[in-house]
Each structure stands twice: as C-alpha cells, then as structure tokens.
C-alpha cells in the first residue's frame, strides 16, 4: 500500500483571517485547525495552525477512473493557500509506487484540477476571502510518495528523478544524501521538488513539515520578488525626485524615505512570521526532517537575498536621509543670509530717512 501526495502551494499577497472564515465555512467540508498527531503539543509549536478544509474528491482525468484525487486545501494566517491532491492506492486496482509515481512526477498535466479546486475555494471563500488577486502561474509544487514498507520499492531514485534512465553512482549519492531515519523501519528521503516517506504507523505529521518548508519557501520567493519591484520603483523615483528643481527636490526625497520605511518596517516584520512559522523544540527526527528540508529547498539563500536587498534599502534611505538634511540646512542658511541682509538693508534705510 502506497500513497501519492500532490502539493501546489500560492500566494494571495494578504493576511488572512482564518480564525473567522473556520467560524462561516459550511461544516460539509470539515474545517478544522491542522495539528500533529505523533507529538506532545509542546514538542512543536505554531502560533496560528492552518485551516484545512476538504474540497472533495476529483477524477485527475475525464473520462479515466484512475487517479482519483481527495483534494484538500489549508489556508495560512501569513497568506498562503495549499493545495493537495491526495491519492491512496487500492490493494489490487492500483499500478506499483514507480510506475504511478512516474506518471505524476509532472504536475503539469494536472493543470486543470488545481485550476478547477482553486476556483472552488475562490467561490466558498467569497463572501470572506477575495482571492481573485492570486497569480496562479506563481506558485511551489511538491511531490510526497509515502509507504509503510521499505520492500515496498526497491530503487527510490527513479521515482524521485521523476524518469528512468541508467543513473550516475554521483546523481544516485546526491538523491540519497539527504535520507533520515528514527527506526530500523522507517525513513524520511528528501529532494528538491520531492520527498519519500517510509513510515509503518502515518506519514501525515512529516508530510505536514515538508509542506510547511516549501510554504515557507514560497513566500521568500514571493518577498523577495516584492523587494525587487519595489527597489526598480525607488530608483525610479530618485530619478523623478532628481529632475526636479532643488527647492522641491526635499518634499520628494521624504516622501520616497517615507514609502521605504514603511516598506523596511512591513517586510522585517513578515521575514520574521515566515521564519517563526513553526518552531520545534523537543522532537529531534522532526527538527531534522524540517531543518533539512528547509536546507534542501535553500530557503537560506532567499533569506540572505532578502537581508541583502534590505540592506541595499536602508543605505539608500541613509543617503536620501543625508541629501534632505544638507537641503534643509542649506535653506536654513539662505533664510539666515537673508533675515541678515534685511537686518542690514533696514538699517541703512533708517539712517537714510
């Protein structure tokens, strides 16, 4: 017994209240705050767990019984929306793990059930979630293949390589270099874009870890694309800001230090939600699944990006800073000069008169 699970993961660029849309949503689709199962509670801490709602279940293709999808969304406080189709193969009807898993190595080709599960969230969430703003060509994918037995597969590469072909013994030792294990019996094998899970008991909790990293991960990517727009438009206003006269060159300075500000204050604040998404602090499999995963996806780098663009904000606001400064003292003293010179041209008209 095997199973597949599909995650496609976007980005609504707004924080969501999911404390109330679990209070309106219909009981049909099972709202409910995501939990770990395997843990004690203190073990893994998130200040607001998701809210997971079932879709349903979807045939992948029409006209074709196999796959059957159960579809399942979670809603993230910080603004992100998972999406998973879930398949749990049959004891007879279903192909072996390799041969299922190859043909859903592509998420591609299931372009129109996450269209249409999107669409179907669109239209429940309405009343208290416009999500019309999503870019649906922006957004993580992630492929989990789980078993409850080692002998269940006997070459894993394949599978996570998405094809099969004759395999370097180098590309062999970069898929399985990241393969964890707490028992004799179980394992956690990540990759890049998918992860294998071997667990005789459930596999959800370390399914729901791997999920979170790549949430996290979409919305370092998301930031740091915001970052970057934001600083075409800075130098776009200093350049604006530069072609003006120089007696209103200060009000536009301030108002681009002003925009920037906020933008610092906006962007430190998320960074620091993104990378407390989660904290585990007692369960070490589960801190090396997650720290791995996260490592695999290199959320570091986009971490470092983001503290770099920053960095490069914050000069040019010192420098804007500084020019509206010398701007302003220089008026001071033109305004100085002149009170003197009309000290002096009173007086001389009074020794006149």
Request: aromatic content about 10%.
């Amino acid at each position: 017994m095997y199973s597949v699970h599909l995650y496609r993961i976007y980005e609504t660029g707004q924080e969501i209240d999911i404390d109330s849309l679990g209070q309106v949503l219909p009981q049909e689709h099972m709202p409910t705050r995501a939990k770990f199962f395997r843990v004690r509670p203190r073990s893994i801490q998130m200040e607001s767990p998701p809210l997971m709602i079932k879709l349903g279940v979807f045939p992948a293709h029409e006209g074709r019984v196999w796959p059957l999808f159960t579809v399942q969304a979670k809603i993230y406080d910080i603004g992100t929306i998972s999406i998973c189709l879930s398949y749990e193969a049959g004891p007879e009807s279903a192909p072996d793990l390799e041969k299922a898993g190859l043909e859903m190595a592509d998420q591609g080709i299931y372009d129109q059930i996450y269209a249409r599960s999107l669409e179907y969230l669109k239209q429940l969430l309405k009343p208290r979630l416009d999500l019309n703003g999503i870019d649906e060509d922006f957004y993580e994918d992630y492929n989990i293949y789980c078993i409850s037995r080692a002998d269940e597969l006997s070459d894993p590469v394949p599978l996570l390589m998405g094809e099969r072909v004759n395999f370097s013994d180098q590309i062999r030792s970069q898929v399985l270099d990241h393969r964890l294990s707490y028992t004799q019996d179980d394992f956690a094998i990540i990759t890049w874009d998918s992860a294998l899970i071997c667990d005789p008991e459930d596999s959800s909790d370390l399914r729901d870890l791997i999920e979170f990293a790549n949430v996290q991960l979409l919305e370092l990517r998301y930031y740091d694309d915001l970052i970057n727009r934001q600083m075409i438009k800075m130098y776009d206003d200093i350049e604006t800001a530069g072609a003006k006269p120089s007696f209103r060159k200060s009000r536009y300075y301030k108002g681009i230090i002003g925009s920037r500000m906020h933008l610092i204050a906006d962007i430190t604040e998320v960074r620091e939600r993104i990378e407390n998404l989660i904290k585990i602090t007692e369960d070490v499999y589960y801190a090396r699944v997650y720290q791995t995963t996260l490592k695999v996806l290199r959320c570091d780098q986009w971490i470092e990006s983001i503290n770099r663009k920053l960095q490069v904000i914050q000069q040019n606001y010192s420098l804007l800073s500084n020019q509206v400064n010398i701007q302003h003292s220089n008026f001071l003293e033109w305004i100085i000069i002149i009170l003197i010179a009309l000290e002096f041209g009173y007086a001389i008209l009074d020794r006149l008169l």
